[in-house]
């Protein structure tokens, strides 16, 4: 069974950058769509970003042009470069893997991890 733990997460200033990572560990996930995820305090999860296994990418737009989503297929690793930092972007950031039949429609086959917490503060 595939695990996913994210990390990279930190308290961070307006403006600022971060580089999220998603490990997979226990099967490898190159055959899969891969996408991000985040919960603010107090609202539903939500999908942000979700890459195909072609390397194809969609955004929501609230990140779009600030946030980028890769894939190292032979680390079996997912990132989130996060640009241009907001307030509002603080949020519990999760990854999962799955399918995707058109863009930002995403069915994860994970259970949800611990995620990671990005604090954008001044």
């Known amino acids: 069974q595939v695990q996913l733990v994210e990390s990279g997460g930190d308290l961070v200033q307006p403006g600022g950058s971060l580089r999220l990572s998603c490990a997979a560990s226990?099967?490898?996930?190159?055959?899969?769509?891969m996408g991000w995820y985040r919960q603010a305090p107090g609202k539903q999860r939500m999908l942000i970003a979700l890459?195909?296994?072609?390397?194809?990418?969609n955004y929501a737009d609230s990140v779009k042009g600030r946030f980028t989503i890769s894939r190292d297929n032979a680390k079996n690793t997912m990132y989130l470069h996060m640009n241009s930092l907001r307030p509002e972007d603080t949020a519990v950031y999760y990854c999962?893997?799955?399918?995707?039949?058109?863009?930002?429609?995403?069915?994860?086959?994970?259970?949800w991890g611990q995620g990671t917490q990005v604090t954008v503060s001044s």
């Open positions: 999962n893997y799955g399918v995707t039949s058109a863009p930002m429609d995403f069915l994860a086959f994970a259970s």
């Open positions: 226990g099967g490898s996930v190159s055959g899969y769509a």
């Open positions: 890459i195909t296994t072609g390397g194809s990418t």
